[in-house]
């Protein structure tokens, strides 16, 4: 069973930083794009930032030059990195990808449980 686990999630004080970090495990033949999308409170889920196998990225309007994707395909993880966190960041963070699983043919997108970030002073 594949599954990915989000980590690095919590309390920070506005201005501070954070790192995310999400594994994908089990039996994967194969990661294609791996993406992070957050959801804040009363409002739907957003694309933060997507970062291809070769590493190339595409960031959301959430990023606005304060996100930094980026991955370890040895270690089937991405991370996502923050920077001068505000009020307007506290959502619950996800992480997405697209997995072939060994044995089977196509990909299938798969999503973390999601992690807390609250920021506040």
């Known amino acids: 069973q594949v599954k990915l686990v989000e980590s690095g999630g919590g309390s920070v004080q506005p201005g501070g930083s954070l790192r995310l970090s999400c594994a994908a495990s089990g039996s994967i033949s194969a990661v294609r794009f791996m993406a992070w999308y957050r959801q804040r409170p009363g409002q739907e889920r957003e694309k933060v930032a997507e970062i291809s196998p070769g590493g190339t990225t595409t960031y959301g309007v959430p990023a606005e030059g304060r996100f930094t994707i980026s991955r370890d395909n040895a270690k089937d993880t991405v991370y996502l990195q923050r920077n001068n966190l505000n009020a307007e960041d506290t959502a619950v963070y996800y992480c997405?990808?697209?997995?072939?699983?060994?044995?089977?043919?196509?990909?299938?997108?798969?999503w973390g449980q999601g992690t807390q970030v609250t920021v506040s002073s």
């Open positions: 997405n990808a697209d997995i072939r699983v060994a044995g089977i043919g196509h990909y299938a997108e798969y």
